[in-house]
């Protein structure tokens, strides 16, 4: 009796320690999710030569008001339009040759409350990499820059255009959710494998 209670003990533990493996895994694959917490371009991926509806996300962390968003278009996309977005004024930027530069939106974003500002661009016809720098000023003068490389304490937003994005991307959004789907699966598991096991009578 004393074997099969140290070999269910062994079992436990490896089922412990296999959990908590994969408890780890899913908090390491949903870290990509979590870091974007910031002024966001979405989609990550689009195809080249499309038109492309884009959206800037910006959430407000601070204590204060947010009351100015900058974004300034990489060269590679030509911007055609944007939406209204109540409670917000938009001044358009253009260049010498009327091409659609940047876009400033002012208005009031109370914290923890975000907004998402629309608008449609077209794509280049090649495969390249789009850095989006915005900007976010506050009701008490600070002016934030999301302009900084990948992997920066603040960093712009980057979308991939390629011809294999299509495929990529077309998943309805489910992908953004694997992440999470990961962690409480692994979370599951963890506490399974910690409960308890039901005695089993002598035989």
Not at 26 to 38: N, Q
Not at 73 to 87: E, I, N, Q
Not at 126 to 151: C, K, N
């Amino acid at each position: 009796m004393r074997r099969a209670f140290r070999f269910a003990h062994r079992a436990r533990r490896g089922r412990i320690a296999l959990a908590a493996a994969a408890t780890a895994l899913g908090l390491a694959v949903s870290v990509p999710t979590l870091s974007w917490a910031h002024a966001v371009v979405f989609p990550r991926q689009s195809t080249t030569g499309a038109y492309e509806k884009y959206v800037l996300r910006v959430p407000n962390e601070k204590a204060v008001a947010t009351t100015r968003v900058e974004l300034f278009f990489p060269k590679d996309v030509r911007v055609t339009s944007f939406a209204d977005v109540p409670g917000w004024q938009l001044e358009v930027v253009t260049d010498s040759a009327k091409a659609i530069t940047a876009a400033i939106w002012t208005g009031t974003l109370p914290p923890e409350r975000f907004v998402e500002f629309p608008f449609v661009a077209v794509n280049p016809k090649i495969d390249a990499t789009l850095t989006w720098p915005a900007y976010q000023t506050y009701a008490d003068g600070e002016r934030v820059e999301w302009s900084g490389p990948e992997g920066s304490k603040r960093p712009a937003s980057v979308t991939k255009i390629g011809a294999a994005a299509a495929a990529e991307g077309s998943d309805g959004g489910y992908g953004r959710w694997v992440p999470w789907a990961a962690v409480a699966l692994s979370l599951v598991s963890l506490g399974l494998a910690i409960r308890k096991p039901v005695a089993r009578p002598a035989t």
